[in-house]
T-cell receptor, first 113, second 104 residues
């Protein structure tokens, strides 16, 4: 089954404790991206990757890092989480970058205390 | 950057009613998708529709790229249609959504 898988789905952590949210897709897509969703602000792009070893900032990259060492994986790293990073995070992948259909993971709800 | 506006912001329907959701965008786009976010937060692809018309069961969508809008039609609505409907363009700039509540 074609899917985008995120882990963990739910996480409560404390300020400053590094964490990684993993994202994996089994569709051989070149394009992957991360979004955060906040009430009243909608979904905003954090980082995206057009292919292996190619990453770029989205609209709200501050406080986040990503890596794309393999085509299928695109982890989101919070080196020193802060409460303003409490949000619902989505990973997405697609075959044609900006111009193709994107598929989303189920979301990861992160709370930073 | 491109602005994406959706209307109405909220919609309350009784089961069986039909509805039309609108998405306006401020510039030409190469990609337009409609999503349904269910009450559990999952984003579900409805349509990839940069132009033209598509239908999938009770749902259909039309994008008129030259006039910079897209419409999502929901016919014979059901309670399971409740949630938030988003349109998104290009590198996925999202609109603010239409919150739909369908009551039995």
């Amino acid at each position: 089954e074609a899917q985008v898988t995120q882990n963990p789905r739910y996480l409560i952590t404390v300020t400053g404790k590094k964490l990684t949210v993993t994202c994996s897709q089994n569709m051989n897509h070149e394009y992957m991206s991360w979004y955060r969703q906040d009430p009243g602000l909608g979904l905003r792009q954090i980082y995206y990757s057009m292919n292996v070893e190619v990453t770029d900032k989205g609209d709200v990259p501050e406080g986040y890092k990503v890596s794309r060492k393999e085509k299928r994986n695109f982890p989101l790293i919070l080196e020193s989480p802060s409460p303003n990073q409490t949000s619902l995070y989505f990973c997405a992948s697609g075959s044609l970058g900006f111009n193709g259909e994107l598929f989303f993971g189920e979301g990861s709800r992160l709370t930073v205390l | 950057g491109i602005q994406v506006e959706q209307s109405p912001p909220d919609l309350i329907l009784q089961e069986g009613a039909n509805s039309t959701l609108r998405c306006n965008f401020s510039d030409s786009v190469n990609n337009l998708q409609w999503f349904h976010q269910n009450p559990w937060g999952q984003l579900i692809n409805l349509f990839y529709i940069p132009s033209g018309t598509k239908q999938n069961g009770r749902l259909s969508a039309t994008t008129v790229a030259t006039e910079r809008y897209s419409l999502l039609y929901i016919s014979s609505s059901q309670t399971t249609d409740s949630g938030v409907y988003f349109c998104a363009v290009d590198k996925l700039i999202f609109g603010t959504g239409t919150r739909l509540q369908v009551f039995p």
